[in-house]
């Protein structure tokens, strides 16, 4: 098996994700990958610089994953803003590297002030400032009644990502959470919907 730095990276990521920065050893990544510990060090110092590329590799995949979910003009109405609502659910919900990167952070982020920092960014200002954006260009189009933007993406963002840790933890209650992020969708709709 041929390893590459990128293969070395996304078993870093499940070996973090599953036991943390202090409890992961060099040779779990190493056996993950069926190589030696000599084998990483050809690519990576030791563990802090295979830790901070792993981020920075994180980093770059949310970008091009989550930002591109969301990309675009606001929906013209509401099946436009369900539609998108449950693409970008799904998507985190199911996307591999999405939930490993959950659990990390879920793990990480009283130990380490950049794993807090990111852990903030990923679960509550990232999504608030999409859904900010949305429901302004929403309000633009006529199609949202006019208020706060940020104060409606706090309302509409916090209990689906509240549901989706949920899953996280619980995956069997999976068809239940989504039950309830739907009907929290509908709720929404039917509160802040022009008619």
Request: charged share 25%; aromatic share 8%.
């Amino acid at each position: 098996m041929k390893t590459n730095r990128e293969a070395i990276l996304d078993a870093a990521l499940t070996v973090f994700s599953q036991k943390g920065y202090e409890g992961a050893l060099l040779r779990d990544i190493a056996a993950a990958l069926g190589i030696t510990k000599p084998a990483l060090y050809r690519h990576f110092a030791g563990k802090a610089a295979l830790w901070d590329a792993m981020i920075d590799s994180v980093e770059r995949y949310y970008s091009a994953h989550i930002g591109a979910a969301s990309d675009g003009a606001a929906p013209g109405d509401w099946e436009e803003f369900r539609a998108l609502s449950l693409r970008q659910i799904d998507f985190t919900l199911h996307d591999e590297t999405v939930r490993r990167v959950r659990r990390l952070l879920t793990l990480e982020q009283y130990r380490s002030e950049r794993m807090s920092a990111l852990a903030t960014k990923h679960f509550i200002t990232d999504i608030e400032a999409r859904y900010t954006g949305i429901f302004a260009g929403m309000m633009e189009r006529g199609v949202l009644k006019p208020a706060e933007p940020a104060l409606l993406a706090f309302r509409y963002t916090a209990p689906i990502t509240v549901m989706i840790h949920l899953c996280d933890r619980e995956p069997g209650r999976e068809a239940e959470v989504m039950e309830k992020i739907q009907a929290h969708i509908e709720q929404f709709i039917q509160e802040h919907g022009k008619r």
